[in-house]
Every structure is written in C-alpha cells, then in structure tokens.
C-alpha cells in the first residue's frame, strides 16, 4: 500500500483545510487508518483514526469538535476536515494505515505512512 498526502498549505488562524490520504492497492479499505502531526521540536503525535468501514473514529481531546476524519473507500482515500485552525496547529501531518479493522492510537501499530504534508497556521 502506497499512501500520499495532500491538502496542507498556509492559513491563518481560524481557517480550514481539508487534508486528503490517497493510497493505492485495494487492501487500504480494509484499513484502519489513523492521522498523526509533528511540530518542530516536539514528538509525533495522534490525531484521529477511523476503522475500517468508518463507524468508529477516535480524535485526540485537543482536536475534538474542530477536526473531523472521514473516508471513501471507493476513491480510496481518507480525509481530514480541519476547522478553527490555531498557530500551534503548525505541523507536519501524516496520514498512516495499519493492516487491520480497527483503529489505533499508537503510531507503532501502523504498518504503512505517507511522507507528509505541511501545514502552516499563520496568527
């Protein structure tokens, strides 16, 4: 499975993007998968995951009710809608797919990664 983001840019604060996962290889909508970030300086982080079918989906607290994590399974691509951005939102975000059903939250459960896609949130 081959992942590839899309979707990062710059916006100032209070702004949106909609990040895209695109992957290839029809296992991936068997996938859990799971958005993460890394700021400059601070450890990989988790965002939010979704299962397999997308009944189920997880978000770290900080990101609860202004981010939301969907998918497509016919395009074979995951989504990240981001609301309210803040400055400390800046990052680089990765999306990831692990070689089960459901999610998780730990970065090391997940089998395949995308390179990233930046995201700079202006003040």
């Known amino acids: 499975v081959r992942i590839v983001e899309s979707g990062g840019g710059l916006v100032q604060a209070g702004g949106s993007l909609r990040l895209s996962c695109a992957a290839s290889g029809r296992a991936f909508s068997s996938y859990a998968v799971g958005w993460f970030r890394r700021a400059p300086g601070k450890e990989r982080e988790f965002l939010a995951a979704?299962?397999?079918?997308?009944?189920?989906?997880d978000y770290r607290d900080s990101v609860k009710g202004r981010f939301t994590i969907s998918r497509d399974n016919a395009k074979m691509t995951v989504y990240l809608q981001m609301n309210s951005l803040k400055p400390e939102d800046t990052a680089i975000y990765y999306c990831a797919a692990r070689k089960t059903s459901y999610s998780s939250y730990a970065p090391t459960s997940y089998n395949y990664w995308g390179q990233g896609t930046q995201v700079t949130v202006s003040s």
């Open positions: 979704i299962t397999w079918d997308g009944t189920d989906t």
